[in-house]
């Protein structure tokens, strides 16, 4: 059974920090490419960062630049978004999902699979 299991989502004060993890298991972990997506209520999800299953290389939205960094653990299957600097704008249910089309991984659409998500709360 394929499975992403999100966690380390919660409360926290603006300038603060959170970091979320992506366990992922039934699939080849290296043959995916793994995106960090997130969603208010109300809005269309967007892409927030993604890494490469070919090269490891890292991509970021610009709000996010400078503040995010995302990085994996092949031998744990896992994926972390460090977040740093929150703003409540961050304020979200954040989704990690996998892809095998690296090519298009800032395309949500061209993606497999998705985890159910965690919500980040960031107050002012």
């Known amino acids: 059974e394929v499975q992403l299991v999100e966690s380390g989502g919660g409360l926290v004060q603006a300038g603060g920090s959170l970091r979320l993890s992506c366990a992922a298991s039934?699939?080849?972990?290296?043959?995916?490419?793994i995106g960090w997506f997130r969603q208010v209520p109300g809005k269309e999800r967007e892409g927030v960062s993604w890494?490469?299953?070919?090269?490891?290389?890292?991509d970021y939205t610009d709000s996010v630049k400078g503040r995010f960094t995302m990085s994996s653990d092949n031998a744990k299957n896992t994926v972390y978004l460090e977040m740093n600097s929150l703003k409540p704008e961050d304020t979200a249910t954040y989704y990690c999902?996998?892809?095998?089309?690296?090519?298009?991984?800032?395309?949500?659409?061209?993606?497999?699979?998705w985890g159910q998500g965690t919500l980040v709360t960031v107050s002012s």
């Open positions: 890494i490469s299953n070919s090269d490891g290389s890292t």
């Open positions: 999902a996998a892809t095998t089309r690296d090519w298009g991984r800032q395309y949500e659409l061209l993606y497999d699979y």
């Open positions: 039934g699939f080849t972990f290296d043959d995916y490419a």
